[in-house]
């Protein structure tokens, strides 16, 4: 799948201070996800129900 020239958006969750961000994007019926430090690299691509349960049978850090 070309991901070129896909809008990425940082996750609201990420932290301010540059770490442990990650970025979305909408793909073509996906969900696209990356570590914004690393932008050419690896990404996930995830239904959005597949994402959702995900966030949500994770527990959150404070």
């Given at each position: 799948?070309?991901?070129?020239?896909?809008?990425?958006?940082?996750?609201?969750?990420?932290?301010?201070?540059?770490?442990?961000?990650?970025?979305?994007?909408?793909?073509?019926?996906?969900v696209?996800?990356?570590?914004?430090k690393?932008?050419?690299?690896?990404?996930?691509?995830l239904?959005?129900?597949?994402?959702?349960?995900?966030?949500?049978?994770?527990?959150?850090?404070?």
């Open positions: 799948m070309d991901l070129t020239d896909i809008k990425w958006r940082r996750s609201s969750y990420s932290a301010s201070n540059g770490g442990n961000c990650v970025e979305l994007a909408d793909a073509a019926g996906a696209a996800v990356r570590d914004s690393d932008p050419d690299g690896p990404v996930i691509l239904t959005r129900t597949a994402l959702r349960t995900a966030l949500n049978s994770t527990p959150t850090a404070r």
